[in-house]
Every structure is written in C-alpha cells, then in structure tokens.
C-alpha cells in the first residue's frame, strides 16, 4: 500500500482583493491627474503661455498669420502696452473677487456691493481704455492690406464665438 504524504509548505500569501481595487483606482486617478496637468501645460504652450490668454494672445494668434520678421515687428507693439495693460487687468480681477465676496455675505450690505462695483466698472475702464491706446498704435504700424486682414480675422473669430455660444443654450422643446 502506499502512503500519501502530505507536504507542509506555508500558505501563499495574496493580497487581499479590496486592495487591489484601491490600487486600480488609485493609479487611474493619479492618470487623470497627471492628463489634466499635461493638457493644461499644452494648452497654454500652444496659447502663447500665460500671454495666450486675454486681447494680447488673440492678437499674437493674428501675428502668427504674417510673415515673421514683419510679426516680430508688431510684436514689439503689444510688448510695449504689457507694463501699463496687465496691471490694470490684474486689479480688475482683484475688484470682482472682492465685489463677489460682498454680493455672497450676509447680511447683504447694498452700499458696499455697489461701491465694490463701481471699482469694478471703473478699473475695466481703463483697461479698455489702455487696451484702445495699444490697438491705435497697432493700427498705424498695420498697412492697409494688413488692417483689413485683421478685420477679417477678428470676424471669424467673433463668428465662431459665437456660434460655439449658441450650440451651448438651451433651444426650445419641441412638441
């Protein structure tokens, strides 16, 4: 007869299956982390960096369209207007913070908001104004060729916006 013998050998140590599942999750979040950084670094690569945003980066896109010694030229025009446009942008978006704060508080302090308000319209003001004098300047270093161009640039852009601003309404039920 023979005899069966049984080996003791330890058992196989697994890990428990819930940490496996937190491992799966936590690796697909560290993904989408890592994609949303990744994205908005080429976003903003490919935007011009910080300068991509705003009236400065809609008017580097229109330079990129022009030959580029004649870009570079123009470029040095926006370069100009930075120092005295971007701390007035900087200030104005300080102003809606702070009106938003007091628009939330309660209790509402109508006086308050309405002040923070008006600091707000008048900082936009003078951005927009300084925003006027940089497009002047632009506009008598521009040929005429080159100022129709912009009109038209300006247009589809403006079109686009717009329809990309349409798609995202709600359009009426139909019954």
């Known amino acids: 007869m023979s005899v069966t013998v049984r080996s003791e050998t330890t058992p196989e140590r697994r890990a428990p299956r819930w940490m496996w599942i937190a491992l799966v999750v936590s690796l697909a979040l560290n993904l989408l982390v890592a994609g949303v950084v990744v994205s908005a670094a080429w976003h903003l690569r490919h935007a011009g960096g910080v300068d991509g945003f705003g009236f400065r980066g809609r008017l580097t896109g229109f330079l990129k369209s022009l030959p580029p010694a004649r870009s570079d030229e123009l470029r040095a025009v926006l370069n100009r207007a930075q120092p005295e446009i971007r701390p007035l942008w900087r200030e104005a978006w300080q102003e809606r913070r702070e009106a938003a704060r007091l628009f939330a508080a309660e209790p509402f302090d ?25 497009i002047t300047e632009l506009a008598e270093e521009l040929t005429a060729d080159e100022r129709q161009a912009l009109l038209k640039w300006w247009g589809r852009r403006w079109r686009a916006g717009r329809e ?12």
């Open 110 to 134: 109508r006086e308050a908001f309405a002040a923070a308000h008006a600091r707000v319209l008048d900082t936009e003001m003078k951005a927009r104004k300084a925003h006027l004098r940089l």
């Open 164 to 175: 990309s601003a349409d798609a995202g309404r709600d359009r009426p039920r139909e019954r």
